[in-house]
């Protein structure tokens, strides 16, 4: 197919993200506004993480999609499928394989390296808006490190559920400096962020880009007294029988039975063949 | 006059110097000048339009002046321009070491967040980061503004105007400021509430020892706790004195209107 540049964008849109990424990285944590394009998918499906991806492809690497820790649904068949169509990249469903991943609300399990891109799609970038409406303050309070309100929520999070009730989402401090949004990954994800593998973020509706350089310190909000806990559920893998991976609850009929299994398809599938 | 070598003197806690504020053409303040000290409370009086709040909003820095000076007698470094500090260094005075306190509490409250958590947002806010520590200091501001401790997890909105108005004075003061901003403290409250936060402010500046700057309308709020009176008309400084002296004895043509136009009860 010759009819799109090579992973749909043109290329000076992309010169234009990859300046983003280059300041995001260069100011690990700060939100970088860009130019996000009208991509051929709805707001809320990850345009923002293909803008970023479609600037970090070559034809040589290795795209992976997971949307929830899945390689088979809906947002990641069809976001690997478009740049299978329109970069005609490799694709491959293992992390292991992968050079750029690109990722809805999950860090996989196995451990990434220093070769491999993780691209995460955000919705919400800013991590102060559901305490500051106003973007012009909540601008003013990331210039000058202003985060007592991000506590505030914490705090309230205590007073009314005994414990930080905050399970997704869960705002991290990166290099003592900028208060992030890690997009909303379960805070089980949150110890990963520190990592070898160089992270972006991408939200295209709200026009952010943001990034985690490979070996940044990236700390998760707490009180001295409530340290941070990146609990999950308190089951083995009903497939694979893992006890340290992230689960999915699984309703399997309607008399209340249910199985908790590996959100992350691929490290399951991996430990079954393994044990097989 | 001879100057009493007993009495060490003590620098002035704010100076403020010919500040004057213009609304393009209009006047807000004019060529204001005055010394506030340590433990002293002054009240601006003055009708409507006067440029009183613009001159408090000025002095907190919330408004940019256009010319003067304002000197605040930091901790660390002596006196300092608060007109001259970086955004970030006001901000942190006004977490630390000023108080604002605004006439309608739902400016100086988080409606959608917990009394409780109110109170602690600026000791959060200044690094305090252990949960038992910051819910005990809040606890206690409660019960100094007279809030029963189990109204600490309710939201403001459920909280009558009154209380509303004590809780916005429990968040100001638990970092310990040394200079309190108040806009019109006691307005639209009732005559019995008002009477009661009154009784309750006197009482929490003379133990704290605290600076307060007072704007109202109401002489009778200055006359119970302001130290010295400062009278505005049309942004300008028309007399200035002891209290009692400015309300028993006015000398301004506008200060004896203003006194006379008390109704009597």
Same mark, same amino acid.
């Given at each position: 197919?010759?009819?799109?540049?090579?992973?749909?964008?043109?290329?000076?849109?992309?010169?234009?993200?990859?300046?983003?990424?280059?300041?995001?990285?260069?100011?690990?944590?700060?939100?970088?506004?860009?130019?996000?394009?009208?991509?051929?998918?709805?707001?809320?499906?990850?345009?923002?993480?293909?803008?970023?991806?479609?600037?970090?492809l070559?034809?040589?690497?290795?795209?992976?999609v997971?949307?929830?820790?899945?390689?088979?649904?809906?947002?990641?068949?069809s976001?690997?499928?478009?740049?299978e169509?329109?970069?005609q990249?490799?694709?491959?469903?293992?992390?292991?394989d992968?050079?750029?991943?690109?990722?809805?609300?999950?860090?996989?399990?196995v451990?990434?390296?220093e070769?491999?891109?993780?691209?995460?799609?955000?919705?919400?970038?800013?991590?102060?808006?559901?305490?500051?409406?106003?973007?012009?303050?909540?601008?003013k309070?990331?210039?000058?490190?202003?985060?007592?309100?991000?506590?505030?929520?914490?705090?309230?999070?205590?007073?009314r559920?005994?414990?930080?009730?905050?399970a997704?989402?869960?705002?991290?401090?990166?290099?003592?400096?900028?208060?992030?949004?890690?997009?909303?990954?379960?805070?089980?994800?949150?110890?990963?962020?520190?990592?070898?593998?160089?992270?972006?973020?991408?939200?295209?509706?709200?026009?952010?880009?943001y990034?985690?350089?490979?070996?940044?310190?990236?700390v998760?909000l707490?009180?001295?007294?409530?340290?941070?806990?990146?609990?999950?559920?308190?089951y083995?893998?009903?497939l694979?029988?893992?006890?340290?991976?992230?689960?999915?609850?699984?309703?399997?009929?309607?008399?209340?039975?249910?199985?908790f299994?590996?959100?992350?398809?691929?490290?399951?599938?991996?430990?079954?063949?393994?044990?097989a | 006059?001879?100057?009493?070598?007993?009495?060490?003197?003590?620098?002035?806690?704010?100076?403020?110097?010919d500040?004057?504020?213009?609304?393009?053409? $209009? =006047?807000?303040? @004019?060529? #204001?000048?005055? /010394?506030?000290?340590? *433990?002293?409370? +002054?009240? %601006?009086?003055?009708?409507?339009?006067?440029?009183?709040?613009?001159?408090?909003?000025?002095?907190?820095?919330?408004?940019?002046?256009?010319?003067?000076?304002?000197m605040?007698?930091?901790?660390?470094?002596?006196?300092?321009?608060?007109?001259?500090?970086?955004?970030?260094?006001?901000?942190?005075?006004? $977490? =630390?070491?000023? @108080?604002? #306190?605004?006439? /309608?509490?739902?400016? *100086?409250?988080r +409606?959608? %967040?917990?009394?409780?958590?109110?109170?602690?947002?600026?000791?959060?806010?200044?690094?305090?980061?252990?949960?038992?520590?910051?819910?005990?200091?809040?606890?206690?501001?409660l019960?100094?503004?007279?809030?029963?401790?189990?109204?600490?997890?309710?939201r403001?909105?459920?909280?009558?105007?009154?209380?509303?108005?004590?809780?916005?004075?429990?968040r100001?003061?638990?970092?310990?400021?040394?200079?309190?901003?108040?806009?019109?403290?006691?307005?639209?409250?009732?005559?019995?509430?008002?009477?009661?936060?009154l009784?309750?402010l006197?009482?929490?500046?003379?133990?704290?020892?605290?600076?307060?700057?007072?704007?109202?309308h109401?002489?009778?709020v200055?006359?119970?706790l302001?130290?010295?009176l400062?009278?505005?008309?049309?942004?300008?400084?028309?007399?200035?004195?002891?209290?009692?002296?400015?309300?028993?004895?006015p000398?301004?043509?506008?200060t004896?209107?203003?006194?006379?136009?008390?109704?009597?009860?």
């Amino acid at each position: 197919m010759s009819d799109y540049n090579f992973a749909y964008l043109d290329e000076q849109t992309k010169r234009m993200i990859r300046r983003a990424i280059l300041k995001g990285v260069a100011v690990p944590g700060y939100q970088v506004p860009f130019a996000s394009r009208e991509m051929p998918m709805p707001y809320g499906w990850g345009t923002g993480g293909v803008q970023v991806s479609a600037a970090c492809l070559t034809p040589e690497d290795v795209f992976k999609v997971i949307d929830q820790g899945a390689d088979d649904t809906t947002n990641a068949v069809s976001i690997r499928k478009f740049f299978e169509k329109t970069a005609q990249v490799s694709v491959t469903e293992h992390t292991k394989d992968a050079t750029v991943i690109q990722t809805r609300h999950r860090i996989p399990e196995v451990r990434l390296t220093e070769d491999q891109i993780l691209v995460y799609q955000v919705p919400i970038p800013e991590p102060l808006r559901f305490l500051e409406p106003r973007e012009t303050e909540t601008r003013k309070m990331h210039a000058l490190e202003d985060y007592g309100l991000m506590h505030v929520k914490l705090y309230e999070d205590i007073a009314r559920h005994g414990e930080i009730a905050t399970a997704y989402a869960y705002p991290v401090k990166v290099e003592d400096r900028y208060v992030m949004d890690p997009s909303p990954i379960p805070k089980f994800d949150n110890p990963k962020l520190e990592s070898a593998a160089l992270q972006l973020f991408g939200a295209g509706r709200e026009q952010r880009i943001y990034a985690v350089p490979p070996y940044t310190k990236v700390v998760s909000l707490d009180f001295d007294d409530y340290p941070f806990d990146p609990s999950k559920a308190d089951y083995p893998c009903a497939l694979c029988g893992a006890t340290e991976s992230y689960l999915d609850e699984v309703i399997v009929d309607d008399s209340g039975g249910r199985m908790f299994v590996c959100s992350d398809t691929d490290f399951c599938a991996g430990r079954q063949e393994a044990a097989a | 006059m001879t100057k009493n070598q007993n009495i060490p003197e003590r620098p002035p806690l704010l100076e403020v110097h010919d500040l004057t504020k213009n609304y393009g053409a $209009r =006047t807000g303040c @004019a060529d #204001v000048s005055f /010394n506030l000290f340590p *433990g002293e409370v +002054m009240g %601006i009086v003055g009708e409507s339009g006067s440029g009183k709040s613009t001159l408090l909003n000025c002095l907190a820095g919330q408004l940019e002046a256009d010319s003067g000076a304002v000197m605040f007698d930091t901790r660390a470094d002596g006196p300092r321009d608060t007109r001259l500090m970086s955004e970030a260094e006001r901000r942190m005075l006004g $977490r =630390t070491d000023w @108080a604002f #306190v605004h006439q /309608n509490p739902r400016d *100086g409250l988080r +409606m959608r %967040i917990s009394a409780g958590g109110n109170v602690g947002e600026r000791l959060m806010a200044v690094g305090a980061r252990h949960y038992g520590d910051i819910r005990s200091a809040a606890e206690d501001w409660l019960t100094r503004v007279e809030i029963a401790t189990d109204r600490m997890d309710d939201r403001p909105a459920a909280f009558s105007g009154g209380m509303q108005q004590r809780l916005q004075i429990a968040r100001n003061l638990v970092t310990g400021p040394r200079l309190v901003f108040m806009d019109e403290p006691t307005g639209g409250l009732d005559v019995s509430v008002q009477a009661r936060l009154l009784d309750l402010l006197r009482g929490l500046v003379r133990r704290m020892g605290l600076s307060a700057i007072i704007v109202t309308h109401d002489l009778a709020v200055v006359r119970l706790l302001a130290d010295r009176l400062m009278v505005m008309k049309d942004g300008r400084v028309v007399e200035t004195g002891l209290t009692d002296q400015v309300l028993d004895d006015p000398q301004h043509a506008y200060t004896q209107l203003l006194v006379a136009s008390v109704l009597q009860v």
